[in-house]
């Protein structure tokens, strides 16, 4: 599974510090940027590039910015993306067993890393549910567009 992370200014420290403990994890990390702590910069074009870099169903997203919004929403404008919004273990949960969430925005302006770091290690080991009625939600979101 390869890792693709994505942030601007507002999440940058945080993607800083989980990039380094996904390596001690053992996974593949791409970083599409920020490179830099630029306060100009914006998540739009973060949220794309980590999207477009994805090459596999298997590959996983995480961006970082401060209240995790707009990335979801830039995120989601891309077909076959379905990013959730961060904000406690049991959604994220909930969000990778019934939709098969295969994108994260973390909004890093309310969790200290700890946090991040249980609801990320929920996010890349949790499996979509089989149930049918999943499997039908998934397959009327991939044909809405």
């Given at each position: 599974m390869k890792v693709i992370l994505g942030t601007d200014h507002g999440g940058f420290e945080m993607k800083e510090l989980i990039?380094?403990?996904?390596?001690?994890?053992?996974y593949t990390v791409e970083d599409v940027g920020a490179a830099n702590l630029v306060a100009e910069d914006d998540?739009?074009?973060f949220a794309k590039q980590a999207v477009k870099a994805v090459t596999s169903s298997s590959?996983?997203?995480?961006?970082f910015c401060r209240n995790g919004f707009g990335?979801?929403?830039?995120?989601?404008r891309f077909a076959g993306v379905?990013?959730?919004?961060?904000?406690?273990?049991?959604?994220?949960?909930k969000g990778r067993v019934d939709d098969d969430i295969n994108a994260l925005s973390v909004p890093s302006d309310?969790?200290?890393?700890?946090?991040?770091?249980?609801?990320?290690?929920?996010?890349l080991t949790e499996k979509k549910s089989e149930d049918d009625k999943y499997k039908r939600r998934i397959m009327k979101l991939d044909n809405l567009i």
């Open positions: 990039k380094k403990w996904l390596a001690t994890e053992g998540y739009v074009y590959d996983r997203v995480i961006l990335m979801v929403i830039a995120a989601n379905r990013c959730g919004l961060a904000f406690d273990t049991e959604a994220v949960r309310y969790f200290d890393e700890e946090m991040v770091i249980r609801m990320i290690k929920i996010f």
